[in-house]
């Protein structure tokens, strides 16, 4: 249930992040894994705006988390949809990580969270991690794996968008 992607750019990470975020619904997580320039940050920026946010997408190390709005705001009677971005690196660990009130965050929408291992044992052990590895200065090695059954279909979706296969 994992599926290994090679970026050659920059955009090229963008758009897988942006056919990941096309994919997303409210409860959704994605954790990310990988070290200081990986592009992790560069994906987010992808599935942002794959998910449909026009905002401006940064690394939250300092912020800790960054909300994204959908375009469309609100619509028949639905609660404004969020992506939530939460970068894990600055946090002591799982207790600060689930004092953010996590479980709320993937109620109003969902949640991509950067350094996920960090705060592992926070997190709902069903998610789309993604470890993300530094190659060269335009190439980035990305391994998707599913856990759980949403996420194999996350998986498998994504796999036919970028490879035209299921």
Known sequence: HSLEFISRSPEQTRRAGMHLGALLKPGDLICLLGDLGSGKT???????????????????????????????????????????HLDAYRLSGPAEAQALDLDEMLEAGALVVEWADRVQTALPKECLEIAMRYVDDDQRDLVLTARGSRYEWMLREFRRRVYGVG
């Open 42 to 84: 560069t994906l987010v920026q992808g599935i942002s705006a794959g998910w449909g946010s026009l905002d401006a997408v940064s690394s939250p190390t300092f912020v800790i988390v960054n909300v994204y709005r959908r375009s469309n705001g609100f619509h028949a009677g639905k609660r404004e949809q969020r992506l939530f």
